[in-house]
């Protein structure tokens, strides 16, 4: 029942969110802003984590299939394969949710409790559509761009880890990368990419609007919106998947 | 004019109101005391809507606001100033922009105009000076100053003031009252206050509405308050050691 309550409320939100905003500018200078903070402002971690990601998928890759029957490029076409249709769309989500979510919950639900929201629903606003929606257009805006830079920061990681210890040459790593490369792998990632941002951004945002206490509830609404985005975001994966691999 | 009629609301099993039926005047301060838990603020959260009673309705000018459809709800509510206990100011806005936030959203005014309009409530409320600082660097009494001067942007009807006098030394606090009296007759607002201040009550409440038991259970003005005979409005209001020396004055003539 306790789901089934949640689930309704959720979508109720949703309908709240969708409503016909105020004014449109104040709406779009809002999401300009939220791009700043919860897309550019995630480059760095979103950066290094690929790095490091291509860096490690190469050297295990390698260790795992070193025999002289499967040809050396077969390095790279893995780490592009994995890298662009599960590591960079669902990983870095799934890092994303954990940052990104947080401060959307911890922003909500720090203005539910000190009554900041009830000051905008008492000035007429629809504070659900102003606090809210400039979120999700931002981050399903802006995701597909960190993704893409994850995608090719992870195989130059890759490429990096290959090449600087000698385990594979840069022509072989090359040849893999471009190896039967079908760019309907970029749009699945893509798709998957905006999905998972809306449910980032939705998710966690209903937790800190249904905030209710103090600080502590808070940061309990800001630890429910990580894991339960983390929870969507994974089924979500998996129905995706069906639905456009299959 | 504000009326309650018949207005009940609970949170589950608990009962927190009990069939409240009463009138808020026009141009007047009308202040809601009771103890701490005695449900005044969830009086006047029924009352602008953000909770929705359990039984009973609130009329605004004869016209129920449960009944309302969404944009005369929205409507009304740009008529509705509110000040909060916590002041509820925007952290991430300066002072001016706080003000200048109900304008932006519903005046159709230039951003010039809204400017002078914000700067206007600035001064009304004396904090012309402090425009540029974020509501973190300025102190609890200008905060509050400036919560008055962001409910008065739009010109409002209805002014709500929860606890006005919370964390307040009483010099301040005797200004924020004397300020919400000025604005009440500036403007002509239905002003409700929620407090359990008695100075701030003595000081400028038309007519006191007093909550115990869930119930309205007194009303009347300053006058009558002092001379009433009601048991437990007694104990209420003369709790206080300066109350009850005023009482003994009075008594010995």
Sequence with gaps: MSLLYHIGRYFMLLGEVFSKPERLSIYWKRTVEEMDLLGVKSLGIVSLLSLFMGAVITIQTKTNIDSPLIPQYVVGFTVRQSTILEFSPTIISLILAGKVGSTIAAEIGSMRVREQIDALDIMGVNSAGYLILPKIIATALINPFLIIISMFLSIFGGWLAGTLSGIISSSDYITGVQYDFDPYIVTYALIKTVVFAVIIATVSAYQGYYTTGGTREVGISSTKAVVYSDVVILIANYLLTQLLLL | ?253
């Design chain 2, 1 to 253: 004019m504000i009326e309650v009629k018949n207005l009940s609301k609970s949170f589950g099993n608990v009962e927190v109101l009990q069939d409240i039926n009463t009138t808020f005047v026009k141009g007047k301060v009308n202040q809601i005391i009771g103890k701490s838990g005695s449900g005044k603020s969830v009086l006047a959260k029924c009352i602008v809507g953000l909770y929705v009673p359990t039984k009973g309705q609130v009329l605004y000018n004869g016209e129920s606001f449960h009944d309302m459809d969404k944009d005369q709800k929205k409507q009304l509510r740009q008529e509705i100033g509110m000040l909060f206990q916590s002041n509820a100011l925007f952290d991430s806005l300066t002072v001016m922009e706080n003000v200048m936030f109900p304008l932006k959203m519903f005046a159709t005014m230039s951003e010039r105009e809204m400017r002078e309009r914000a700067l206007f409530c600035l001064k009304r409320v004396k904090i012309e000076g402090q425009g540029k600082k974020f509501p973190a660097e300025i102190s609890g009494g200008m905060q509050k100053r400036v919560g008055i001067a962001r409910a008065i942007a739009m010109k409002p009807k209805y002014l709500f003031v929860d606890e006005p006098n919370s964390g307040l030394d009483p010099q301040t606090s005797i200004v924020i009252d004397e300020l919400i009296q000025e604005i009440t007759e500036e403007y002509e607002t239905t002003t409700i206050v929620i407090t359990h201040d008695m100075n701030s009550v003595m000081g400028i409440a038309d007519e006191i509405y007093f909550i115990h038991n869930k119930r309205l259970w007194w009303q009347g003005t300053r006058p009558e308050l002092l001379k009433s005979d009601n048991q437990e409005l007694q104990e209420f209001i003369f709790a206080g050691s300066l109350m009850r020396q005023v009482r003994k004055a009075m008594k010995s003539g």
